[in-house]
């Protein structure tokens, strides 16, 4: 008994919602205690619905004021030093989340069943009826639930054991022989027992789903480490080559430089040589002179006749010297050459520098396109479908600056190289290999794979918009340049009056609204290659489903062929690669 009323204790002086001796007591209207804390707390989360009683639910107008339970306090503070514990965590009693027993009164414990026929739910105790009187046996108990209600027929308050399939909704029998007679009507059990094996095969079927996405992300997996593996692989080797051939320019920057110094003291330690024997002809030139002047100069003939002997010899001087067999001054008695020196090894080095340079360039774009085509997809996957708005293709806008190194000398770049003007006189651009020689047309800076769309805005008519591979001929015939004239490149001629489509010299008439917009939407990896009509709406005027083999450049096109002939542009024709908005 002793133990029966120390459990009493503590149950007394334990707060119902932390299920622990309360701390800062405090009673609210209704009589029952809590912890200051614990109270405030489930208040606050409770929205904002009135603030109710954890155990005996009845509600208040609005929050009572909580004032600490001095009396109360000392008790448990007294009974705490003379040995009361924090209650256990007893968890049969029911909190605020759980389904309380409705048959307990006092503090109620949690609901362990619910009964669709009583339409109540009760703990172990109360639930003991149902196990042992035979009537109750054969009502239909669940998991403990809160929306019992939702079980009885608003217009009949009877249970709705029936389903109407009509109109797929549970009801009653009254139900089934009133508004819903003559519908498709089955018992509730019987619908669940088809509709549970209908959920068994999707089950099942999404088991398998499950079972074959795990697979498919163990490939993944397996795919990402052979990616990065393959990466890692690719840049180590690629540094090694790169490192090869820095090196072996270096080796050959330093055989060059080593030959040059080699050669250059070579050639000053001759020159020095021929101009120490033109020092000492001079010298002795000058003697001979001097001994002349002074024979010249006497009086004796017969002393000058004497000594004339052993200065006349002067075939022996210079001209048989072999100072004159490399000339080097421009004395009457050497021929002359020019001077070159070194300057042959600049040309040739700047030759080599040139072949290196084209090699990088056409070899680039190979390089780059098999960067872009890697495929790391396990199976090839269903071809997006292009955009059917344009907000649609304005997620895949591209911004487009021209190249200032392919531009013709018959047009002009402007607008930060967006824009690509006709001009009446030849403009005074460098030398270079990329230049556009016999077409006035430019092609874009950007390399296009992916998925991109832009526009182009033109000011009349003439004008071609264009994609390009990179290697198109830059100086041979218009055939060989022209935008769509190859099979190189494709363009959408833009007249006044029409379109016209052009590939690989095959011409293609298109109808479709006139507008000064033109829209171009490329998905490299699937093929395809559109051209819009933009205005107030988009207008498709010729799609290409292709193959691509290389990276593409944007470009434009100004004049055309007539007869043979290449009509130019004329001043102030226009075209911009605008910010689509």
């Known amino acids: 008994m002793a133990q029966k009323g120390d459990q009493l204790d503590q149950e007394t002086f334990s707060c119902s919602i932390c299920l622990e001796v309360l701390k800062d007591p405090v009673a609210i209207p209704c009589g029952h205690n809590y912890c200051m804390n614990c109270i405030k707390s489930f208040w606050d989360e409770g929205d904002k619905k009135p603030p109710s009683c954890p155990q005996c639910r009845r509600t208040f107008t609005q929050k009572p004021e909580l004032v600490k339970n001095t009396m109360l306090a000392a008790l448990v503070e007294q009974m705490t030093k003379t040995g009361l514990q924090a209650a256990p965590a007893d968890h049969c009693y029911a909190g605020p989340e759980d389904v309380a027993c409705d048959f307990c009164s006092g503090r109620k414990l949690k609901a362990v069943k619910s009964c669709l026929v009583c339409l109540a739910s009760y703990c172990e105790k109360h639930l003991q009826p149902h196990h042992d009187v035979a009537p109750l046996k054969k009502h239909k108990l669940v998991d403990p639930s809160k929306n019992l209600q939702d079980n009885i027929c608003p217009r009949h308050d009877e249970v709705m054991k029936m389903f109407c399939r009509t109109d797929q909704k549970c009801i009653c029998y009254l139900c089934s022989v009133d ?65 090869e051939l820095i090196s072996l320019l270096q080796k050959r920057s330093s055989e060059v430089k080593q030959q040059i110094r080699s050669q250059q003291e070579t050639e000053v330690r001759r020159v020095r040589e021929l101009e120490e024997k033109l020092q000492q002809e001079i010298s002795d030139l000058k003697r001979k002179e001097a001994e ?61 520098r040139g072949r290196l340079q084209d090699i990088l360039r056409d070899t680039w ?13 396990l199976s090839e996957p269903e071809p997006e479908p292009e955009p059917t708005s344009r907000a649609g293709f304005l997620k895949y806008s591209c911004e487009i600056t021209l190249d200032p190194n392919t531009v013709n000398t018959r047009l002009l770049l402007s607008k930060e190289n967006r ?90 008439s298109i109808s479709g609204p006139l507008s000064s917009t033109i829209g171009v939407y ?14 107030g709406t988009m207008t498709l005027l010729h799609r290409v489903q292709t193959s691509f083999t290389q990276p ?14 290449f009509i130019y542009p004329l001043p102030g024709e226009s075209a911009e690669f605008c910010k689509p908005k």
Not at 440 to 469: C, F, I
Not at 552 to 565: D, R
Request: aromatic share 8%; hydrophobic share 30%.
């Open 419 to 508: 824009t690509v003007t006709g001009m009446n006189k030849l403009q005074s651009y460098s030398d270079h290999p990329d230049r556009f020689t016999n077409v006035p047309q430019v092609l874009s800076r950007e390399s296009l794979t992916g998925r991109h769309y832009w526009e182009v805005e033109k000011n009349a008519g003439g004008v071609r918009v264009a994609v390009s591979y990179k290697n198109i001929s830059r100086s041979g015939g218009w055939k060989e340049s022209l935008f769509g004239r190859n099979d190189k490149s494709w363009s959408l001629r833009c007249s006044s009056d029409r379109y016209v489509f052009w590939y690989n010299n095959i011409r293609t």
């Open 292 to 352: 002349m002047k002074q024979l010249s100069e006497t009086d004796d003939h017969n002393q000058f006749l004497h000594s004339w002997p052993s200065l006349s010899p002067l075939s022996e001087s210079t001209h048989s010297s072999s100072i004159s067999i490399r000339p080097l001054t421009h004395s009457s008695s050497i021929s002359i050459r020019p001077l070159r020196y070194f300057q042959d090894v600049t040309a040739s080095v700047s030759e080599v």
């Open 179 to 243: 508004e819903h007679k003559g519908h498709d009507t089955v018992t509730s059990a019987a619908e669940r027992t088809e509709r549970q094996r209908e959920m068994e095969v999707s089950r099942q079927q999404i088991q398998q789903e499950i079972q074959d996405r795990e697979k498919d992300v163990k490939l993944l997996q397996q795919e990402v480490e052979a990616i990065n593996q393959s990466a890692d692989e690719t840049v180590e080797e690629s540094e090694e080559i790169f490192t």
């Open 365 to 377: 774009t190979n390089v780059s396109l098999a960067v872009t085509e890697v495929d790391v997809l």
């Open 552 to 565: 593409l450049h944007a470009g434009v096109t100004f004049g055309s062929p007539l007869f043979g002939v």
């Open 522 to 535: 490329l998905d490299h990896r699937a093929g395809v290659l559109s051209f819009y009509s933009v205005s």
